[in-house]
């Protein structure tokens, strides 16, 4: 059974920090693209940070210099720290994994995050 477990969300001040945590059971994690988007009200997700099997990272424009993904194989987890949180960052984060040349993709249930003085 496949499981993506996010967890981290919450609320935090402008300018603040928030690491999220995605926990992965069910597949073989090292050998996924992990990714986190995020979804705003009424609008559809969008790819915030992923990161490769192989370690390789990519960022949207928006975050970029402020937001890291990273992963630890052993834990089958991927990770998100987020840093100088906008208030325009409030939203709710999901967790997805992906295989290359598989139709296999997976999310997870989503952690909401709101930034707000």
């Known amino acids: 059974q496949v499981q993506l477990v996010e967890s981290g969300g919450g609320l935090v001040q402008p300018g603040g920090s928030l690491s999220l945590s995605c926990a992965a059971s069910g597949f073989t994690f090292s050998s996924y693209t992990m990714s986190w988007y995020r979804q705003f009200p009424g609008k559809e997700r969008t790819l915030v940070a992923r990161?490769?099997?192989?370690?390789?990272?990519s960022y949207a424009d928006s975050v970029k210099g402020r937001f890291t993904i990273s992963k630890d194989n052993g834990k089958n987890t991927v990770y998100l720290q987020m840093n100088s949180l906008k208030p325009e960052d409030t939203a709710v984060y999901y967790c997805f994994a992906n295989r290359l040349g598989s139709t296999r993709s997976y999310w997870g249930q989503g952690t909401q995050v709101t930034v707000s003085s």
């Open positions: 990161i490769s099997f192989g370690g390789s990272t």
